[in-house]
C-alpha cells in the first residue's frame, strides 16, 4: 500500500540552504589537497614569526623573517603551478604540444592519456611516448624552477635587503646624523624608521651592528638531495603533483630546505634554517589531516556522520528528506530506513561474487625490509555487457532484473567508457562497489543521486579538445575521459555518503526512536558544527606550532650552541673594504 506523498509546506523547513557562506567555507577547507589551508596557516605563521623575530633581535631580524615568509609564500604556494604553465606555453610555442593535455594517471576504471591519443589520432603530431616524456619533464622542471627561487633567489634578495640596512648605519659617513647607536643589542623599530630616513647608502659599513662581537666565519658543505624515482610509477607520481597541491609544497620543500642551508651566512644560522624548516613540514602537509582523523575516530559515530564535508553532507541529508516525504513518510523505524536508503541484501548474496569472484588477499610487503606494508588495493571492473549476460543469465533468481540492468546503464555513465586495447573500441564498465549498489539498490546507492554527490566533490571545468580557444564550462568530472580521479578517492567519498546515512540510522537507533525530519536536521547540524570545530582545532595546533613553539625551541638551540640570546644570520657581516 503506497502511502500519500508529503507536501513541500510540510518538509521545506528540514531542508539545509545551500547558499551558506560558512558550509561552503568549511568546505573548501576539507577538500583533498586543498591550498586554502595552508594559506589561512601562512598568514598565521608569516605574524607569529615576525613578532617573535622582533622580541629576540629587533627590527632586522623580524624584518628578514616578514620578507622570507611572504616573498617565499608566493613561491613556496604557487610557484609550481605557475612555473608549469609557463612551460605548457613554451612546449606548445616551440615543440608543438598540444593545448588542454589530459591527465596522465591510469587505474583500472580510468586512463585518460590513452583516451586522449586514441581519440586524437592523426590530429597531433608526437608519438605518446613523445607527450608523455614531455609531462613528466614539465612537472620536474616546474618543481625544480619554484625550489631555485624559494631556495637561492628569495635568500640573496633578502640578504641583500639586510646589507642595504647596514650600509645606512655607518656613522662615520657624515649624511647619517639620523643613525641609531651601533652599540646597541636590538635595533627598534624606531630605530629603523631613522636608518631609512638617513640620506644616501653606504653598504660596506657593517661592522657596528653588533658592537665590539667577534665573528668567526664557518663553512659547511652540504649535499644536494637526489631525485630517483620507479619508471613505471612516474607518471602516477606526475598526477599526484598535477592535481594535488600539497604534493607541490612537499617538492617544493626540497628546495626551501636545501637552498636556504646552502645559502646560509654562517652555521648557526643554519641549524636554525634546517631545524625550523624540516620540522615545519609535518605541520604544515600532515598535522591538520592527522588531527581530524584523530577527532573522527573518537567521535560518538566513529566519524560516520563527520567524514563527510558539510556540502555534501547537506546533498545527502536533503536527498533523504526528499524521498521520505515522497513516499509519504514523516517517520520510519530504523530498520525501514536502512532498507530504502541503503538497500537490502537479496541480491547482492546471490549474485554479486558471480559477477566479481572473490579473491585471495594480496600478503603484506616489507617496507625497507622492515615494516609491513599493506597492499594497495586494486579494484576490479566488469563491462556493462558482461554485467548484463550474468543477469539475463540468473533472472528468475532475481528480484526485478529489468530494475537491475536499467540501474546498472545509469551507473555506467559515472565513469567514461573504457579504451579496449584488443578490440580497440570503447566500452562502458561497472566497478566492484557501482556492481554493489546496483544490486543493493536504496536512495543512497542511487545513480543519478552519487552522481551528483561525488560531481560535486570532483568538480571541475573542460574545455573541448578539438576547439582548444573555446571557454571553459562545468562538466561531470567523473564521466570526463581526459580527467583522472583516482579509484581511492571516488572510494573514499563513497563510503563517507554510505557512512553519513548509516550514522542517521545509528542516531535513531541508540536513542530507540524513529528516524524523523527533525533527527535528520540535528544530524546534519552536528554533522557541520564538528566539522567546523575539527579543522578550527586542527588549524589551531598547526599555527600554534608553526608560529610559536618552532621559533622559540630553534632560538633556544642557537642559544645552547653560541651562548647567546641573538640573531645569528647577522653575525659574521663585516665591514667590506
Known sequence: MSLTPISKTEYGSYLRNSTSSMR????????KGAILPVLLLEATVTGGRTYQAYKRDGFVEARERVTEESLGAVF????????????????QKFLSIPENMPDVGVDSARSPFKNYIAKMAGKIKHSP???????????????ITACLFIGYVVPKVNQGITKHIFGKMNKKDPNHEKAPDPYKNKLTLKDARAIFSAKGISINAVE??????????QSGNVSQPSFKGNADAMLRIV????????????????GTVSGRTINARNNDERVEIVFRDVASIPFYCFTMPAIVAFMNKKDTFKGLNTKLNPMSAMEVHNNMVEKMAAAGYKEMSVEQFRKLALGDDKNFNKLYEKIIPKQAEAEPKKLFGIFNRKPEKVYRTITLEEFNNIINTNAKDLENPDLIKELAQKMSGLQSEKLNPKTKAFEKILTESQVEDVLKGGWARDPEFMKNVLNNIF?????????????????NPLSNPYKYISMNDIEANRAKVLGYVEAIAKDAESKKSNVTFESMLKMNKRNMNKNGIFMALAMGVSALFLSTIIPKIQYYITFLRTGKNSFPGTENLEQKK
Do not use: C
Request: hydrophobic letters at 40%; aromatic letters at 10%.
Open 24 to 31: 561552503k567555507f568549511v568546505t573548501k577547507l576539507d577538500r
Open 76 to 91: 613556496w604556494l604557487f610557484g609550481a603551478t605557475m612555473a608549469g604553465k609557463l612551460f605548457d606555453k613554451l612546449g
Open 129 to 143: 611516448e613523445y607527450l608523455a616524456n614531455f609531462a613528466v619533464g614539465k612537472t620536474i622542471a616546474s618543481i
Open 208 to 217: 657596528n651592528f653588533k658592537g665590539q662581537h667577534k665573528n668567526t666565519t
Open 239 to 254: 598526477q599526484n603533483f598535477e592535481e594535488n597541491d600539497v604534493w607541490k609544497l612537499l617538492g617544493t620543500d626540497v
Open 459 to 475: 568538480e571541475d571545468k573542460l574545455i573541448d579538445i578539438n576547439n582548444p580557444k573555446s571557454v571553459a564550462k562545468k562538466t
